[in-house]
């Protein structure tokens, strides 16, 4: 049953992505030989600078690709732009396991497509890969080049300590920085109204490098353009998330045991209080998610039993839960108003006040057991998401464990979940 779940939840998630709508939005090129084309570009809000992108010519065309090699820039139309340039970039790692201890700067010659941040006089650009970050900038009299900025070590003196009369030498060092850029900027973008404690303590940040240059911009009473969108506030969502469990439970011992029970199928009501945390890239198409949830499970079971007293043994439970799942989902976009969304999550699992009710059919109890549980579990969800408020998701919770504490008990304790969710913001 579980790996047919399982399958369906994969089968389900390539569905979506290959019919979910590609967006694409108004943009232009221009190739080696300068023709501008005004197109339609493929917007997935590039993490990493990209070496090529999909257009199409018209909304009904065939998608065709644009690379570095052909051409020169392009654009989305509000959003972003990018400039292909050669250029010489410092790729030290900034692993403090593969660092260096050279604070020069180590340059290569390389073709990229750089994001322009702030164009005017004065232009920032910006390139990102993986964990490598570079800011480059240009003036009206120069060429493009990097803002210098390097992390490396520094060998301290090998230092002596006595533990217990044994001398242990340690070859330590420090991190430090070169932060060669904040004279660079003033170097090179002097006004009066700029002074060098407008640049000491500026870090190799977007933040702080896009206001340096808008304050430059400004200063010199020059025209500019921000070309990084202002990200969404409302990137925290939280929502009320109450639904409906179909669960299934079952208990055995090791050894053949009256108290042995199939409880079958029950419903049950759940409520959850999820945060999400969307992830500021790829169209907002990814998110965080934590979600603690209460969640019940009772039901009675009778069977004859030629080993208890009276011949019927009736079983009972009433197990509480705490469920806390952390993950990431993934939304795919359908229009303006509709998407779909998949999340796979790891689930910390509680029990609370929770016990096994064993009892002869006179009703004097027989050999209970506490149902205690500290498991984790694997969550797979499916679901629509309506104007960012509404969502309605189906989640299968693999099977867990709830009599842990004792050697020859094992139970296998499974929900299937229907969730109704409202965003309050």
């Known amino acids: 049953m579980r790996n047919q779940i399982l399958f369906f939840v994969l089968i389900a998630f390539s569905s979506i992505e290959s019919y979910s709508q590609i967006i694409f939005e108004n943009g232009y090129f221009i190739n080696e030989s300068n023709q501008k084309t005004e197109c339609l570009i493929k ?14 010519l018209t909304q009904n065309a065939n998608i065709q690709k644009g690379g570095i090699k052909n051409v020169k820039e392009f654009g989305i139309t509000g959003v972003s732009k990018y400039i292909r340039a050669l250029v010489k970039i410092d790729k030290s790692s900034d692993n403090i396991n593969n660092m260096g201890y050279n604070r020069n700067p180590i340059f290569n010659e390389e073709e990229l497509f750089l994001k322009v941040l702030i164009e005017g006089k004065a232009s920032l650009f910006y390139y990102e890969k993986g964990n490598l970050t570079r800011f480059f900038f240009k003036t009206n009299d120069s060429d493009i080049n990097q803002l210098v900025y390097k992390r490396y070590l520094i060998k301290k003196n090998n230092t002596h300590y006595i533990v217990a009369n044994t001398p242990i030498i340690t070859d330590n060092y420090y991190v430090t920085q070169n932060n060669y850029f904040r004279q660079q900027l003033y170097n090179d973008l002097k006004c009066m109204g700029i002074t060098m404690r407008d640049v000491e303590y500026i870090k190799y940040k977007k933040r702080d490098l896009k206001r340096f240059f808008t304050k430059y911009n400004e200063c010199i009473n ?15 969502n939280l929502s009320f998330r109450p639904g409906i469990n179909l669960s299934n439970l079952a208990i055995q011992n090791s050894i053949p045991d009256p108290r042995d ?9 759940r409520f959850g209080i999820e945060i999400e945390y969307i992830l500021p890239f790829n169209k907002n198409k990814w998110g965080v998610i934590i979600e603690p949830t209460y969640q019940y499970y009772k039901s009675e079971k009778s069977k004859e039993a030629k080993d208890v007293s009276g011949g019927i043994l009736i079983s009972k439970i009433n197990y509480h839960s705490i469920a806390l799942p952390i993950g990431i989902r993934h939304y795919f976009h359908l229009n303006d108003d509709s998407k779909i969304f998949a999340n796979i999550s790891h689930t910390h699992n509680y029990s609370r006040k929770s016990s096994f009710d064993f009892s002869r059919i006179d009703g004097s109890s027989y050999r209970p057991l506490d149902a205690k549980e500290r498991s984790k579990t694997l969550d797979l969800g499916i679901g629509y998401k309506y104007k960012d408020r509404y969502s ?16 020859n008990w094992y139970s296998e304790y499974k929900i299937f979940s229907v969730i109704f969710g409202i965003s309050f913001f």
């Open 261 to 269: 029970t199939d409880f079958g199928n029950e419903l049950s009501f």
């Open 43 to 56: 917007n997935i809000e590039w993490k990493n600078n990209p070496t090529e992108f999909e257009y199409k």
């Open 222 to 236: 020059t025209g500019y353009i921000d070309f990084e969108p202002k990200q969404k506030k409302d990137l925290f």
């Open 392 to 407: 309605l998701e189906i989640r299968y919770q693999t099977k867990r464990n709830i009599v842990n504490d004792y050697i």
